[in-house]
């Protein structure tokens, strides 16, 4: 019996890209190609040929901005902290970090079904929500009048950060921490608590990175198993 939980246990954890024997760091970015993850660009549909906004360069993960799409872990994740340092390469502007991501282009034909957590300058660590929901302290507050909230178009998706003053100019290294463990989600900016979610819809899924406009390089992508939040 202890021996078919074992096995149990560690088939489903693996399936969610954790080994639970072996909790430590790891890069899901290797830092050479884009191995295990895929790319969702609606525009390439119709353009096989176009550009792919990801690239790596000079060992650095590279959104160009354009044209606009997801790039999606093939892996499936949950309860784990995820580590990523990021900069605008030249004029601050607009990307994000998906968690819980799940059904494609389940948003304007285009986002995946998700949490977004907002790396938008002078804006990071606002929550969006893509066809998933999660609620916060002082609801109203942050998200507005409780009659317009909504998690598809036209609702207010948007779940204003706690401090606007977190992260870094252009040019230079943002760190942001997001924790996600079964329904709640927590995030840091450069040290920083700028938001903290409860009762998610989801609590586990995919993690993609954005393509919104602004060149991003990501120089970590790291994730680590957890059991408990950060205080």
């Not at 096995?7 to 295990?36: C, D, H, R, V, Y």
């Not at 892996?75 to 995820?82: F, I, Q, S, T, V």
Request: hydrophobic share 40%; with cysteine.
């Amino acid at each position: 019996m202890k021996k078919f939980i074992f096995i149990a246990l560690f088939s489903s954890s693996f399936l969610l890209g954790f080994n639970p024997l072996n909790a430590q760091t790891t890069s899901i970015f290797n830092g050479k190609s884009l191995e295990g993850w895929h790319v969702d660009v609606p525009e390439l549909d119709n353009k096989p040929d176009g550009i792919n906004p990801f690239i790596v360069r000079d060992g650095l993960l590279v959104s160009l901005g354009t044209p606009a799409g997801h790039l999606i872990t093939d892996a499936k994740y949950e309860n784990y902290r995820l580590l990523v340092k990021y900069r605008f390469a030249s004029k601050p502007g607009n990307c994000g970090v998906l968690v819980h991501a799940s059904t494609p282009r389940a948003l304007y034909e285009m986002f995946p079904k998700s949490i977004e957590v907002q790396m938008m300058h002078k804006n990071a660590g606002d929550f969006w929500c893509i066809v998933e929901d999660i609620t916060v302290p002082d609801m109203e507050k942050r998200r507005g009048p409780k009659e317009e909230w909504g998690i598809t178009e036209g609702k207010k998706r948007r779940i204003f950060n706690l401090t606007d003053k977190s992260e870094k100019k252009a040019g230079k290294w943002t760190t942001m921490i997001i924790e996600c463990l079964d329904r709640e989600i927590k995030v840091w900016v450069n040290g920083d608590l700028v938001n903290y979610g409860f009762d998610c819809t989801a609590n586990k899924g995919q993690i993609a990175v954005q393509a919104e406009g602004s060149e991003v390089e990501f120089q970590k992508i790291e994730l680590t198993p957890i059991s408990k939040l950060t205080e």
